[in-house]
Nanobody, 124 residues
Framework: QVQLAESGGGLVQAGDSLRLSCASSKRTFSVGTMGWFRQAPGKEREFLGG????????AYADSVKGRFTISRDNAKNTMYLQMNSLKPEDTAVYYC?????????????????WGQGTQVTVSS
């Protein structure tokens, strides 16, 4: 069974940092691609970055490259999203997702499995 669970969201001030975690099963973590998305009120779900779980470097959306970093801990079957220099525009629900395909997958439709999301709120 594929299960994903995000954690680490909260309320921070502009300029602060947060690290989000996405815990998954061993099977989910070892096959395909995992990615991070966010969705703000009234907006479409936005791709932030993704990483092939067989190895390789993460890829990022231009909007967050340089501020956000994706990493993983294989022993814990966990993927992380480190967010620095947060802005009020970053306020959204953040989701992790998994796909059995491998590649640069930037569309939500390419991911079959999703966590429940974690709220990130950045105040001015």
């Amino acid at each position: 069974q594929v299960q994903l669970a995000e954690s680490g969201g909260g309320l921070v001030q502009a300029g602060d940092s947060l690290r989000l975690s996405c815990a998954s099963s061993k099977r989910t973590f070892s096959v395909g691609t995992m990615g991070w998305f966010r969705q703000a009120p009234g907006k479409e779900r936005e791709f932030l970055g993704g990483m092939p779980m067989s190895g390789g470097r993460p890829a990022y959306a231009d909007s967050v490259k340089g501020r956000f970093t994706i990493s993983r801990d294989n022993a814990k079957n966990t993927m992380y999203l480190q967010m620095n220099s947060l802005k009020p525009e970053d306020t959204a629900v953040y989701y992790c997702a998994a796909s059995r395909s491998i590649g640069l997958l930037a569309s939500p439709a390419q991911y079959a499995y999703w966590g429940q999301g974690t709220q990130v709120t950045v105040s001015s």
